[in-house]
């Protein structure tokens, strides 16, 4: 199966690029999978906070936009895509600069780097909820909060440039960062 076939039938399925099953998906076809509990535990806990997440509604035009702009990189091809955000919130675009790829929504950016934005920069070390124990960094670019962690080869930045998010609401979304594996 080629590229695009892949795609269109992922997107046709319900299945996320990050091989996971969204939980609507999942109950219609009678499936349980470990990410669809790890998905709920998730938003169960976000809802405790006042919030919920939701998947990410990519269009197949967005997806190969994705892999387009990873595509760029030499030796950075692999995409890591955001699979949740908070409800309410909305996929703008996908952007690439010098050595990044950054995601825009509505109320937030996630950037996938291959360097460690918070280098040099005094903060907060903390542990992201759900995540088997990563630690991220909070730390201040002017006024905006940032947060930076690691995941696997890369580094990833979560922000809400307007304050429009709360740290906590931003440490949720930054766990539902996974790599894409076609």
Avoid: C
């Amino acid at each position: 199966m080629n590229y695009k076939q892949f795609i269109a039938a992922s997107l046709a399925a319900g299945v996320l690029l990050t091989g996971t099953i969204s939980a609507q998906t999942a109950s219609a076809a009678g499936v349980t999978s470990p990410t669809v509990a790890t998905a709920s535990a998730t938003t169960a806990k976000a809802q405790k906070a006042n919030f919920t997440l939701t998947d990410i509604p990519y269009s197949a035009a967005q997806y190969k936009q994705i892999v387009k702009a990873f595509g760029q990189f030499d030796g950075f091809e692999t995409p890591y895509v955001p699979s949740r955000m908070i409800t309410g919130d909305a996929f703008k675009n996908v952007a690439i600069s010098a050595d990044s790829v950054t995601f825009s929504f509505k109320y937030m950016k996630v950037s996938v780097s291959p360097r460690d934005d918070s280098y040099g920069y005094k903060g907060t070390t903390i542990t992201l909820p759900n995540s088997n124990n990563v630690k991220g960094k909070w730390y201040k670019v002017g006024k905006t909060d940032m947060l930076t962690f690691p995941l696997k080869d890369r580094f990833v930045t979560i922000y809400a440039p307007y304050h429009s998010l709360s740290k906590t609401k931003l440490e949720h979304v930054a766990t539902e960062v996974t790599r894409y594996q076609p």
